[in-house]
């Protein structure tokens, strides 16, 4: 049984920043392409980042871009997303999914396996 499960989310000021965790389980990840959504209240799910697995490509939308970053550690099965210079409007809750390409997850939002999410709150 995969899981996906999101850590270090919280409420922070203007300009803070956060790392998220994402420890997964059940599958080979260092196999799986690993990806960062988000959903803010009455919005659609949106592309965050994402990670190939190999060789690691990042691909990042265009207003995180110079402040998110997207890590992993295949050792630990955990991927990350170390967020600066937060503003209120990446308040959404965060969803890291597993699939078989970063480069599908960006431009098609698809992935095998979701997890919960993690709430993340950005005070002005």
């Known amino acids: 049984q995969v899981q996906l499960v999101e850590s270090g989310g919280g409420l922070v000021q203007a300009g803070a920043s956060l790392r998220l965790s994402c420890a997964a389980s059940g599958l080979t990840f260092s196999t799986y392409a690993m990806g960062w959504f988000r959903q803010a209240p009455g919005k659609e799910r949106e592309f965050v980042a994402a990670?190939?697995?190999?060789?690691?490509?990042?691909y990042y939308t265009d207003s995180v871009k110079g402040r998110f970053t997207v890590s992993r550690d295949n050792a630990k099965n955990t991927v990350y997303l170390q967020m600066n210079s937060l503003k209120p409007n990446d308040t959404a809750v965060y969803s890291c999914?597993?699939?078989?390409?970063?480069?599908?997850?960006?431009?098609?939002?698809?992935?095998?396996?979701w997890g919960q999410g993690t709430q993340v709150t950005v005070s002005s």
């Open positions: 990670i190939s697995w190999g060789s690691p490509s990042t």
């Open positions: 999914a597993a699939g078989l390409s970063a480069r599908n997850m960006e431009t098609s939002g698809g992935a095998r396996y």
